[in-house]
């Protein structure tokens, strides 16, 4: 049949017929609630973390031993702002000689240490020193304590774990030293039971009766983590770490470093940080005490001139790149505990992994419900620690001694949130991190600066991809997206090439997701695009179906126009319901009028798989929710008109879209093919804009252009179909 006669056939006549398209290709993959999500992603990932080593690295050292110099303590008494519930923590340490300050580094805890023992030792005429982590493995050090002093300890973050999973470990100080009591674990030589239980409540007994008993003082350092739970949970000898105000911090040492400098510096210094274009390059909610004095190092040298402002953006955008930094060489520095401790490898760094889990997880889930997040740090702690251990498979902590407290170790905060679920949406408690820029930090550096964290960290978000909820797999098709644009080589063979050839449609349609966001870097994007044109004119139906959904998104080609070209093609081998699909994602993207355009030139295009592929577009516009369709940019002004057709939205939204909408649904009407799903899709439309004032605005509004063919009055075939939708109303 010639494309003439298939237009002027009536529509009773024979031949194939055209049938309004449900749902989306992919069994509704994506559709409720995945444009919310897909914004959310883009908005916690498109952030540049700039320069990737502007400054040094920070690193975390042992405090050194021995006395605190005179000179330290006085510039201590000059700049530290006294913390929430200092008087609480001066009175403890006063009547208990022991105090556990629990907190995360660069809080500023042990400067409040420091301060505490200050205070307290001046009473006495004593001084002030630090403790090497060897007093808590039978070292000498505590025997030396001296009347009236003030001691600092800080206790290593993997202290107290080895006494979770192992049973015997060796002793170098036999029944004398503070260990051994204590029932932990360190080497050497006299063996010695362990108890499974509060070896850490124990030590710190004993520390506290050795102080009380020389009338000294002892604040102990202990990160957040499983020992910080138990200690606080006891109320024994901690309590919990508030750091003073950013504000408060930033403006003391802005003073003390501009004290001798002209006047009116301090002020610009001043005036300098409250800028929004240096807290946008922060990227922090609120920066830590140990952030705050190095950001008044950067105001001072700006207000003196040596450093520009551009400069001085440059090295404020590296803070959230180097505490991502910081936590990740945190995590694989090496223990303290003697290299020959008898117990399984991987079991004793199950917290660290676990933090480190939950720092990759919260970077993918950034902003989305706590459940969500914290499930998929389990999947991704089960990865690390059979990476790390093969024989052993760890299992989950089934209670935690506070709530909500491994999330101050990823500086991440919780409150009320909503996810989307299409028709209607719900309340969660949701989750994110307390700083724009620490999600892409935690991403790209987890990526680029630990290659034995990719294996897991792929076979992981492969997994994620295959949960039907679009709040988890449209989270992790992004992420995987972000990842393969920075090395494309690893990601294609270990992230792409394994989604798109499965058997499972949602990971099919994270595939096209991450190839679409891969595409948005300018240097890979010619990549995919060659990778798409050869799956496109392949045999694979899953390669052909997952490049026809990635041209959906208008990225990989480099436009609008080319992605439509391709689509046009895969047309000849397509039914029309994966391509339409995409077409009619493009339609609800940033360009519809070059979309419509290319509709309607589709319409009398000889091929009959394009004209069809026109109309089933046409089909799916009046029947598919607007927030069914979201693509990877921003389309703010159909933001409102989200539940509605997306025919209708765009009325609404692009007035200019309204002839070709029109000259395409009366093309659908009038063609024998598709005219009888034409005014079925007619009917419900106009139904369903009945129950809405608004809707019904805008059909009565467009109703009238579609019965007119501009000057022209609408053929008797058209105007004879719209008279039998009006009737079956």
């Known amino acids: 049949m010639s494309a003439r006669e298939d237009v002027n056939a009536l529509a009773g006549s024979g031949g194939r017929r055209l049938d309004i398209p449900k749902g989306s290709p992919l069994d509704g993959a994506g559709q409720p609630g995945g444009a919310r999500t897909a914004r959310e992603a883009r908005a916690h990932l498109h952030i540049a973390v700039g320069p990737a080593r502007l400054c040094a690295e920070p690193a975390s050292h042992p405090l050194p031993e021995g006395p605190v110099p005179r000179e330290e303590l006085d510039r201590l008494r000059r700049l530290y702002r006294t913390a929430p519930g200092y008087a609480a923590m001066r009175d403890h340490l006063r009547r208990t000689r022991l105090l ?60 107290g774990e080895y006494a979770e999973y192992a049973e015997y470990s060796e002793c170098a100080g036999g029944s004398d030293c ?28 004993r520390l506290r009766a050795h102080f009380a008993e020389h009338e000294a003082f002892c604040v102990v350092l202990v990160a957040g983590g499983p020992v910080a739970d138990r200690l606080l949970h006891g109320r024994r000898h901690a309590m919990p770490y508030e750091p003073p105000a950013a504000a408060d911090v930033l403006d003391r040492h802005l003073t003390e470093l501009l004290a001798h400098r002209p006047a009116g510096l301090l002020e610009t210094a001043r005036a300098t940080a409250v800028r929004p274009e240096l807290a946008e390059a922060l990227g922090l909610d609120e920066p830590r005490p140990g952030e705050a004095a190095r950001l008044a190092g950067h105001l001072a040298a700006h207000a003196e001139g040596r450093l520009s402002g551009e400069r001085l953006l440059e090295h404020c955008r590296s803070f959230a790149p180097d505490q991502a930094r910081e936590w990740f060489l945190a995590a694989a520095r090496p223990g303290t505990l003697p290299e020959a401790l008898p117990a399984p490898p991987a079991l004793p760094a199950l917290s660290a992994l676990r933090a480190a889990a939950l720092r990759i997880a919260l970077a993918v889930f950034n902003g989305s ?11 991704l702690t089960w990865e690390l620690a059979v990476t790390v251990d093969p024989q052993h498979a760890p299992g989950r902590p089934l ?21 989307d679920l299409g028709d209607a949406s719900v309340p969660v408690r949701a989750v994110w991190f307390a700083g724009r820029r620490l999600a892409p930090a935690v991403l790209h550096e987890s990526w680029d600066a630990h290659h034995n964290l990719r294996g897991p960290m792929a076979r992981w978000l492969r997994a994620l991809c295959d949960d039907p909820r679009p709040q988890v797999w449209v989270r992790a098709a992004v992420a995987a997206g972000v990842l393969c644009a920075r090395d494309y080589l690893y990601g294609l063979v270990e992230l792409l090439l394994p989604l798109a050839r499965t058997d499972s449609p949602v990971q099919r349609m994270a595939a096209a997701t991450a190839l679409a966001e891969t595409s948005r870097s300018a240097e890979v ?9 050869d799956w496109a004119r392949g045999d694979d139906e899953r390669e052909r179906e997952t490049a026809a959904l990635a041209h959906g998104y208008g990225l990989a080609a480099g436009s609008v126009v080319a992605s439509l070209e391709e689509l046009g093609r895969i047309a000849c081998a397509d039914d029309g319901r994966t391509t339409s699909y995409s077409v009619l994602r493009l339609l609800a993207g940033t360009e519809p009028e070059t979309v419509l355009a290319v509709l309607t030139h589709w319409l009398r295009d000889t091929r009959r798989p394009r004209r069809d592929l026109a109309l089933l577009t046409v089909l799916r516009a009046v029947t598919t929710r607007t927030s069914h369709l979201w693509g990877l940019c921003e389309v ?10 997306l025919a209708t939205a765009l009325l609404a939204a692009r007035p200019e879209c309204e002839p070709r909408l029109a000259e395409l649904l009366r093309a659908a009407l009038t063609w024998a093919r598709s005219a009888g799903a034409a005014e079925d899709a007619l009917v419900g439309w106009i139904r369903r804009a009945a129950r809405d004032e608004r809707q019904l605005a805008v059909m009565c509004g467009f109703l009238p252009r579609l019965a007119q063919d501009g000057d022209e009055p609408l053929d008797a075939g058209a105007a004879t179909r719209i008279r039998e939708v009006l009737e079956a109303l």
Do not use: Q
């Not at 703010?636 to 057709?645: G, H, K, R, S, T």
């Open 100 to 159: 556990a300050l629990c907190g995360e580094p660069g809080t500023g805890r042990a400067w409040t240490g420091l301060a505490l023992l200050t205070e307290l030792s001046e009473l006495t005429g004593g001084g002030v020193s630090r403790l090497g982590p060897g007093v808590l493995y039978g070292a000498s050090g505590v025997e030396k304590t001296e009347r009236g002093h003030g001691y600092l300890l800080e206790l290593p973050a993997e202290y």
């Open 178 to 205: 503070a260990a051994y009591t204590a029932h932990t674990t360190y080497a050497t030589h006299t063996r010695c039971p362990i108890r499974t239980g509060p070896a850490v409540e124990l030590l710190l007994d």
């Open 369 to 379: 419900a706590h459940s969500l997040m914290a499930e998929a740090a389990e999947l």
């Open 399 to 419: 209670f935690a001694a506070r709530p909500g407290a491994s999330l101050a170790t990823a500086r991440a905060v919780h409150g009320d949130g909503v996810e």
């Open 525 to 533: 994007r010619p990549a995919v695009n060659g990778l798409l044109y």
């Open 636 to 645: 703010p002004e159909l933001e409102p008109y989200a539940a509605w057709p």
